[in-house]
């Protein structure tokens, strides 16, 4: 089976993301959300980010108009994904929402279809096992902005088919992406089980050691040499994404 249209569901920070990458990369993308008007503000956001790089003269008029038609904004989730052969979830970091949303798809969507989720922290096999089908489900962890973050996390469940994680690693490559593969399936994979204690380390430094937080970030910055402080990072990535991806790994 080769992929050749893709469907994300949910067109937030990441789902728009994901789908601009995609199309740029030749591929035919269905966008879902819940309501149009989250697809209204995906769009805009996608042609704002292709002007951008006309005006950079990375991509031509012509390949941007390309690119923004080959991206179709759909609410009906069947329809959604209909002819597609990946479906990538990109809808909140909230369990029991992904574990209705994969009810929800399972019903409608045919045997052959991989279902790969941007999950940030959830483990695989969880996901997977609220689905008819653990063997063809898999993680796909896109970075913040996804148009600029090359690396991507592709995380197997315990199911997981080999066929399905080759398949995963190539689509990764073929969006100009890198693939990290994570053997074990943890809550956080590799990266955010750094980062996530990294932030509450950066706090309990604030807090209990009276430090401010430029001063932890300069740190950071200027003698651990990361490109960004933690607290910056922290607000670029978002205190609500962090809070959900926080007491999700906690559970667990
Ligand atoms: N924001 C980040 O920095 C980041 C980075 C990497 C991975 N992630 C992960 O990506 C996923 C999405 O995060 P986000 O930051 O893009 O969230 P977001 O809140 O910006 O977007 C989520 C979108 O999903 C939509 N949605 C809700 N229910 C839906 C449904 N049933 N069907 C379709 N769409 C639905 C919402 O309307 C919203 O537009 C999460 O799992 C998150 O952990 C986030």
């Not at 740029?24 to 697809?39: A, P, W």
């Not at 922290?121 to 969880?126: A, Q, R, V």
């Amino acid at each position: 089976m080769e992929i050749k249209n893709i469907t994300v569901l949910g067109s937030g920070i990441m789902g728009h993301g994901i789908a601009q990458v995609s199309a740029m990369s030749g591929y035919n993308v269905v966008l879902r959300d819940i309501e149009q008007k989250f697809l209204d503000k995906a769009m805009e956001k996608i042609k704002w980010s292709l002007d951008k790089l006309v005006s950079k003269e990375k991509i031509s008029q012509s390949q941007a108009e390309q690119i923004y038609s080959r991206i179709k904004p759909v609410i009906d989730l069947k329809e959604a994904v209909k002819d597609c052969q990946l479906v990538i979830e990109a809808v909140p970091e909230i369990m029991d929402l992904k574990r209705k949303v994969y009810d929800e798809l399972d019903k409608v969507a045919s045997n052959d279809i991989i279902f790969a989720s941007n999950t940030s922290t959830l483990p695989i096999t969880e996901i997977a096992n609220t689905t008819s089908r653990p063997n063809r489900v898999i993680g796909i962890h896109f970075f913040n902005p996804p148009q600029l973050m090359k690396l991507v996390e592709v995380i197997p469940g315990m199911q997981t088919s080999s066929e399905i994680v080759e398949k995963t690693v190539e689509f990764v490559r073929s969006v100009k992406k890198e693939p990290v593969l994570c053997k074990k399936d943890v809550p956080g994979f590799i990266v955010n089980r750094l980062f996530i204690p990294l932030v509450h380390e950066a706090c309990y430094v604030m807090d209990r050691q009276k430090n401010q937080l430029t001063a932890i970030d300069s740190a950071v910055k200027f003698k651990l040499g990361f490109p960004m402080g933690i607290f910056e990072l922290a607000d670029f990535t978002g205190m609500d994404v962090i809070h959900k991806a926080t007491v999700e790994m906690h559970q667990r």
